[in-house]
């Protein structure tokens, strides 16, 4: 993605689940960005040929989006994890750090800017979905 770092950080929910297998042997599927960490799998996912973009990880949160549900589900008695890489020396009585904001700002930005490039102004003009391909890297045979 342009002007995406090649390590950023994205919030994920604990209760997401993927199957990672799938999504690599599906040839209409491509992973535009994935965490390094298994656990946290693909964040940006494109079919290849449609106008779909699935955005698995919460870059929309704000900084105290996590920390909220955290301790909701604390007081729940559910006993969640502390999330990784959010509060400083992974203490939940300090402020979270917000370390995702501006790569949020960059996959947004591109994907408002994939939608406006693709999109004719007349909207009568679009193709049908199963008739267009934005195939990137397109699979070998």
């Known amino acids: 993605m342009r002007g995406m770092d090649d390590v ?23 992973t535009v960005a994935q965490g390094l960490d298994p656990i946290v799998g693909s964040l940006v ?7 779909q973009v699935f955005v698995t990880g919460h870059s929309e949160y704000d900084r105290f989006e996590l920390d ?5 589900d604390l007081a729940k ?7 990784v890489n959010y509060y400083p020396d992974d203490d939940p ?14 996959i947004y930005t591109n ?8 999109t004719p102004y007349d909207l009568s003009a679009l193709p049908p979905i ?10 070998q045979p």
């Not at 009585?93 to 960059?106: A, D, G, T, Y």
């Open 8 to 30: 950023f950080y994205c919030p994920v929910s604990r209760y997401t689940g993927l199957d990672e297998e799938a999504v690599e042997k599906n040839p209409e599927l491509y």
């Open 45 to 51: 996912i494109l079919a290849y040929s449609s106008r």
């Open 68 to 72: 909220k549900e955290y301790k909701r």
């Open 77 to 83: 008695g559910i006993g969640p994890k502390i999330p």
């Open 93 to 106: 009585n300090k402020e979270p750090v917000l370390s995702w904001r501006s790569s949020s700002n960059c």
């Open 111 to 118: 994907w408002l800017n994939f939608v406006y490039q693709t």
């Open 130 to 139: 199963e008739e267009e391909s934005y195939r990137l890297n397109p699979p």
